[in-house]
């Protein structure tokens, strides 16, 4: 079985300031990550995935992440954040295996001061 | 640019009542799936649905829940009697491949 943790549940930031969601996984296969966004009154949007190849992915908006496969983490990043990025952003892990299915972290909301 | 629509957005219904949530999945893509998000948990996966069969399923996808995919375009998931618990925003995604599965906007599904 796999997991996915999301240590902060709300993470507020002043605009055009950095930011780093944490995402941990767990899992006993070999895993394929991803990073969803969900704006308010909307369904989840992929930003970026990992693979294979270079443990740094970037994905749409300006956002990146880089896969750490001995600290099981895959945590999201973006340099200077906009207002518009306000929402809440998933983690979620596929197993390698032949399954299909997403497993979710409880989601971080992002909160843009202007 | 093709996305996943559901219907209803919001959904309410008294216990023991059957609901149909339904969903039109992106016109090329061969897989489907629903999950669900109960208020303030995780999203949970609920079914994947392949070639006209279920591939997969998760303990939560009990006896209650049925899936069918009626016509060339429908995706829909049945609840059979409803219960408080299900109480949910109910997502449904598609994909053409393993890759990347495209969610819908949800609807929320109100058990009272």
């Known amino acids: 079985a796999q997991s996915v943790t999301q240590l902060d549940s709300q993470v507020p930031v002043f605009e055009e300031a950095p930011v780093e969601l944490r995402c941990n996984y767990s899992?006993?296969?070999?895993?394929?990550l991803f990073w969803y966004v969900q704006y308010p009154n909307q369904g989840l949007q992929l930003l970026l995935k990992?693979?294979?190849?270079?443990?740094l992915v970037k994905g749409i908006n300006g956002f990146e992440a880089e896969f750490n496969k001995s600290q099981t983490s895959f945590h999201l990043r973006k340099p200077s954040v906009h207002i518009s990025d306000t929402a809440e952003y998933f983690c979620a892990v596929r197993s390698g295996a032949g399954s299909y299915q997403l497993t979710f972290g409880k989601g971080t909301k992002l909160s843009v001061i202007p | 640019e093709p996305e996943v629509t559901q219907t209803p957005s919001h959904q309410v219904t008294q216990m023991g009542q059957e609901v149909i949530l339904r969903c039109v999945p992106i016109s090329n893509h061969l897989y489907f799936y629903w999950y669900r998000q109960i208020l303030g948990q995780k999203v949970e996966f609920l079914v994947s649905f392949y070639n006209n069969e279920i591939s997969e399923k998760s303990e939560i996808f009990d006896d209650q829940f049925s899936v069918e995919r009626p016509d060339g375009s429908n995706f829909t998931l049945k609840i059979r009697s409803t219960k408080l618990e299900d109480s949910a925003m109910y997502f449904c995604?598609?994909?053409?491949?393993?890759?990347?599965?495209?969610f819908g906007p949800g609807t929320r599904l109100t058990v009272t």
């Open positions: 995604a598609s994909s053409d491949d393993w890759l990347e599965q495209y």
């Open positions: 899992s006993s296969v070999s895993v394929y």
């Open positions: 990992y693979l294979s190849g270079s443990t």
